[in-house]
C-alpha cells in the first residue's frame, strides 16, 4: 500500500493542513493501492505565498541560467523513467507500450522547453520602440488524470521557461505519479518557491488558485464545463488564462483514401490512450459509397483489438481509469444503441474473459447522425461513430458541425488534396495521414475546445505580457 501524506511546498516536502483521505486505486482490478492525504485551500494559499516570494529573484535569472535549470529537470525526470513507468501502468492503467511513451514524454518535454527557451528573443524592436517580453507572475497550474505527470512537467516547463514562478494541482487520481515527478523535479535542486506541488480536490486547492488575487495565470487542461467555471472565476482578477479542454475530433476519410492505411489509422486515432484522450478520433466519416467496405474492415480490424490486462504486452486499450468514468463510458454505449445507431463492434459491457477491472469493449457504431448524442457529447472512452457524408463539402460541413475543435485527422491518398480540406476544419491541430506530434507546434483547441495555445514558442509567451517602451535609440 503507498501512503502520501505531504505536499511540496517552498522547496520542501512537507505535511498539509488538508487531512481528507483519498483512496488510490488500481483500474485493472479495481483493488486500493494507496491513500493520499489532500491538501486544502490553506495548502493553495501557503503555496502561493512561496511562489510569490521567489517570483522577484526568479524572474530575473538570465534565460541562459533558466535553460541550464530546465535540462537539469529533464535530466533529473529522465533518471526516474522506470519509476514513473510503474506507477503510470499501476494507478492509470496504461498499457505498457503507452505508459512507456508517457513516461518519456514527461521528461522530453522539459527538454523541448528548454531547446525553445535557448533561441527565444525576449526583446525586439517594433518601430521606434523596443518590446521586451517579461514573466506574467505566479502560475496556477491544474492538470487532467489521463496524462499528469506530462502536463506537470510541460506546463512547469513553459511556465519556468517565461520566469513565472508556480503553483501546480495534479490530479488527485494521479498520486502517484505526482509523487515521482515531485522526487525528480526537487531532486534537480531549483530555488525554494519557485515550484509548489498541491494535491488536492479541484473544487478546494483548484477553485482557491482560480480566485487567488496573487496568482497571474491560469493554465488548466480538462473538461469543458469545468474550464467555463475557471474562466468565469479568473475573470474577477482578469487574470491570464489557457484553457486546453475537450474535443469531438473527426477523422475524414477521402473517398480516395486506401482502406488498408486508413483503418488502422483510423482505430488508432479514436483509440489512442484507451479512448480517454481530448484529442481522440472518435467520429469517423466516411463515403457513403464505400461505407459497406469500411465497415467490413472496420469490424475485422477491432477485433483483433486487445483490450485487457495493461501489462500484457498485447493490449492496446486498457481499463478506464475509475467505476465513476466506466459506468459513464457504458451510459453512452446504452444511449446509441437507444437512438438508433447500428452497433458493429464491441458493445456494453466488460471485454470477453475479463472477470473484473473497469474495462470497456472497444465500440463502433456506424448508421450514426451527426446530431446524435454519441456524435455530439466527449465520451472519454473506446467508443467511436462512423458517419456517412455523400461528398467531400458535406464530409467538412459534417466535421464542423461541432461545439468543439481541438484536434481533426484527413486521410486520403492525395497529400494535396488532403491539405485543402485540413484548411478548411475549424480545429487547432490537423493532422493529414498521421498520427506524429509536433513539440513545436502550437496545441490548443478553437471554440468550446479551449483558449490559448501551448508548446514551442507559442506555450512560452502564454507565460509572457510584452511591455514596450518608447523613445530608446
Request: hydrophobic share 45%; net charge neutral; aromatic share 6%.
Amino acid at each position: 500500500m503507498h501512503d502520501i501524506d505531504t505536499i511540496y511546498l517552498d522547496g520542501a516536502f512537507v505535511t498539509p493542513h488538508g487531512n481528507e483521505p483519498y483512496n488510490l486505486f488500481n483500474p485493472a482490478t479495481e483493488a486500493v493501492i494507496g491513500r493520499v492525504r489532500l491538501a486544502d485551500a490553506e495548502d493553495a494559499n501557503a503555496a502561493v505565498a512561496a511562489a510569490k516570494r521567489a517570483f522577484p529573484a526568479f524572474s530575473r535569472t538570465g534565460k541562459g541560467e533558466r535553460t541550464e535549470m530546465l535540462r537539469c529537470l529533464h535530466a533529473a525526470v529522465l533518471a526516474r523513467e522506470d519509476d514513473l513507468f510503474e506507477a503510470i501502468v499501476e494507478e492509470y492503467g496504461a498499457p505498457v507500450s503507452r505508459g512507456r511513451w508517457m513516461a518519456q514524454h514527461a521528461a522530453n518535454v522539459l527538454r523541448d522547453a528548454a531547446d525553445v527557451l535557448d533561441t527565444y528573443p525576449f526583446t525586439r524592436r517594433a518601430g521606434s520602440a523596443e518590446v521586451t517580453m517579461q514573466p506574467l507572475g505566479v502560475a496556477g497550474l491544474i492538470t487532467p488524470w489521463n496524462s499528469n505527470a506530462g502536463f506537470i512537467c510541460g506546463k512547469l516547463a513553459a511556465a519556468l521557461a517565461a520566469g513565472c514562478t508556480a503553483v501546480i494541482k495534479p490530479s488527485e487520481m494521479s498520486a502517484l505519479q505526482t509523487r515521482v515527478v515531485t522526487e525528480a523535479l526537487h531532486a534537480a535542486g531549483l530555488p525554494p518557491g519557485v515550484f509548489n506541488i498541491v494535491t488536492g480536490r479541484g473544487d478546494t486547492v483548484g477553485a482557491r488558485l482560480a480566485e487567488h488575487p496573487d496568482v497571474a495565470k491560469l493554465s488548466f487542461t480538462g473538461s469543458t464545463a469545468v474550464g467555463k467555471t475557471i474562466l468565469r472565476t479568473a475573470a474577477e482578477t482578469l487574470k491570464r488564462v489557457t484553457l486546453e479542454l475537450g474535443g469531438k475530433s473527426p477523422v475524414l476519410v477521402l473517398d480516395d483514401a486506401n482502406f488498408a492505411d486508413a483503418v488502422p489509422l483510423a482505430l488508432q486515432a479514436g483509440f489512442m490512450n484507451s479512448g480517454q484522450a481530448c484529442i481522440a478520433g472518435t467520429r469517423i466519416l466516411v463515403p457513403e459509397a464505400r461505407l459497406a467496405e469500411f465497415e467490413a474492415r472496420i469490424v475485422e480490424a477491432t477485433g483483433e483489438i486487445h483490450a485487457g490486462d495493461p501489462r500484457d504486452a498485447r493490449t492496446t486499450v486498457g481499463p478506464m481509469v475509475s467505476r465513476q468514468q466506466w459506468e459513464r463510458v457504458q451510459r453512452y454505449i446504452r444511449l446509441g444503441m437507444e437512438e438508433g445507431a447500428r452497433l458493429i463492434a464491441g458493445g456494453p459491457g466488460r471485454p470477453a474473459g475479463v472477470a473484473r477491472g473497469w474495462f470497456v469493449r472497444p465500440t463502433v457504431f456506424s448508421g450514426v447522425r451527426n446530431d446524435m448524442t454519441i456524435a455530439r457529447e466527449e465520451i472519454f472512452g473506446p467508443v467511436l461513430s462512423i458517419i456517412a457524408y455523400r461528398d467531400t463539402r458535406h464530409a467538412i460541413e459534417i466535421a464542423n458541425d461541432t461545439p468543439y475543435g481541438l484536434q481533426a485527422y484527413v486521410l486520403s491518398a492525395d497529400t494535396a488534396r488532403a491539405r485543402g480540406v485540413a484548411a478548411q476544419i475549424e480545429a487547432g491541430r490537423v493532422l493529414v495521414n498521421t498520427l506524429a506530434h509536433e513539440p513545436a507546434a502550437p496545441f490548443g483547441g478553437f471554440k468550446q475546445s479551449g483558449i490559448g495555445r501551448e508548446y514551442g514558442t507559442y506555450g512560452l509567451e502564454a507565460f509572457l505580457e510584452p511591455k514596450s517602451t518608447l523613445g530608446v535609440l
